[in-house]
């Protein structure tokens, strides 16, 4: 056996490989992670899920008293004004501390941070800023960044044409705020920023907001946020940008062609996707191609083709999410160790952290229908109790099953603790579960969750508040 310095050695120290490289060292192997970000935990929580929540979370709480939610509740406030600067500064405090976590964490598990950007010379060795470093196995999970839109440059610096990074720390609230894509991201921002009190319209490139969701979740969604205050230019394309001083202007045609109009914002968000990191990674060094879509792909262990190099995360074929990065790290960490790391790809959840959320896990109704016969369960959040009692009217929960085995083959929800909820529907999934599995399973009143269960029972057609 060649003698290397590392059994394991993860580029990438992302929720994927910071992960990884954690399980690899529980499991009694000697680990090193290469990252060349000045503090761990890739996008995430440096400029991605962690600091986007944090100013969810306080927008969300400068609207309830802003607005005269909390008067309704009987609490009353002065006059409410916005410190951003402190709002932002909370946010960075949050990032502070998950990325110090990280960083407590790789050295109690004896994981040697490798400070630098890693180059394969071939399938056993990598660069890390100059100097040689040899691992028995290699684990690829660069992560993903921001998709660039032909025709619209960002420039975080300048603060009027940004992406995602730069959306998350303007130091003002826009007059106008545009976003480009009507996904995940530039809903959440563009969330943040509406409710800060900037106008915010959405053009987005399909005919329904967030790509891949349950049709019904899309035609909701259209409807909330326009009684949100969101503009909403569907079926619209971005056709290119000029800033003249602090005013963008953006060129706009319809989808499917016509006539071009135009369109001025003080801000314009480019949200339009993200592509997987591989630039950099000296893949021709040891003859790893990338698929049409710029991924590594790999077998179900997460192997490549080549001997002892491994892969996941956002770099690899699937939804570019957190969690899913995360239990791919465990499972490579285990295929490694010679034991058996398993991650059931069809059951992965997905949310929008906006208010109201959106959630989902398995399939669409749409994509079950293609399969075969099914049944729906479906239940509105206004009939359940700790809702109404919330004044939180808006939303559902629809369960899927299918019509001969009663199976769950998808639930979805829109409900303001809608990402909580859906692990519960995981869960069931992952055990196989039936919508009488979870119709006769007692949930805690009153709760939010029991719009599942009623949802279960509206798949034989029984629910009782409705």
């Not at 309704?72 to 405090?93: A, H, N, R």
């Not at 004896?110 to 399938?123: C, E, I, M, Q």
């Not at 470093?133 to 839109?149: C, R």
């Not at 007059?175 to 509406?194: N, Q, T």
Request: one cysteine or more; charged letters at 20%.
């Amino acid at each position: 056996m060649a003698d290397y310095n590392y059994d394991v050695l993860v580029i990438g120290a992302g929720p994927g490989g910071y992960v990884a490289a954690i399980r690899a060292a529980q499991l009694g192997m000697k680990v090193a992670c290469a990252e060349g970000r000045a503090t761990l935990g890739g996008t995430c929580l440096n400029v991605g899920c962690i600091p986007s929540k944090a100013l969810l979370h306080g927008s969300e709480l400068f609207e309830e008293a802003h607005d005269g939610t909390l008067a309704k509740f009987g609490v009353k406030t002065g006059p409410v004004e916005l410190d951003l600067g402190v709002m932002q500064g909370e946010k960075i405090s949050a990032v502070k501390e998950l990325t110090g976590g990280i960083e407590y964490l790789f050295k109690k598990n004896k994981v040697d941070w490798l400070k630098g950007y890693a180059t394969f010379k071939d399938a056993h060795s990598v660069d890390v800023a100059g100097q040689t470093v040899t691992a028995k196995h290699i684990v690829i999970a660069t992560g993903s960044s921001v998709m660039p839109l032909p025709g619209v440059a960002v420039d975080n610096d300048a603060g009027i044409i940004v992406d995602s990074t730069g959306a998350l720390a303007l130091d003002r609230v826009p007059s106008h705020m545009v976003v480009i894509g009507g996904g995940v991201i530039g809903l959440e921002l563009g969330s943040v920023w509406r409710r800060l009190g900037a106008k915010v319209t959405v053009v987005e490139y399909l005919d329904q907001l967030l790509p891949g969701m349950d049709g019904e979740v899309r035609k909701d969604a259209a409807k909330i946020f326009k009684k949100q205050g969101m503009t909403l230019k569907l079926s619209t394309k971005v056709t290119g940008a000029s800033v003249v001083g602090k005013t963008a202007t953006l060129t706009l045609e319809p989808a499917a062609g016509g006539p071009a109009e135009t369109l001025e914002a003080d801000c314009v968000l480019v949200a339009i996707g993200r592509r997987p990191n591989t630039d950099g990674l000296g893949l021709a060094n040891i003859g790893l191609e990338l698929n049409a879509r710029g991924q590594v792909e790999t077998d179900h262990d997460f192997r490549t083709k080549i001997d002892g190099v491994w892969a996941i995360g956002d770099v690899v074929p699937g939804p570019m999410l957190a969690h899913k990065a995360e239990d791919e790290g465990i499972a490579v960490a285990e295929n490694i160790a010679g034991l058996t790391g398993i991650v059931n790809h069809d059951v992965i959840p997905g949310v929008v952290y906006t208010t109201p959320e959106f959630a989902g896990v398995g399939l669409t109704e749409e994509a079950a229908k293609a399969r075969g016969a099914i049944k729906v369960g479906k239940f509105p959040m206004l009939a359940n109790s700790r809702a109404k009692t919330n004044r939180e009217p808006d939303g559902f929960v629809k369960i899927i099953a299918d019509a001969a085995t009663d199976r769950v083959l998808g639930v979805w929800a829109i409900a303001t603790v809608a990402g909580t909820m859906i692990a519960e529907a995981a869960l069931a999934m992952e055990f196989g579960a039936t919508s009488e599995d979870i119709a006769y399973t007692c949930h805690a009143h009153p709760t939010h969750s029991e719009a599942i269960k009623e949802a279960a029972m509206a798949v034989t057609g029984k629910p009782i508040h409705i």
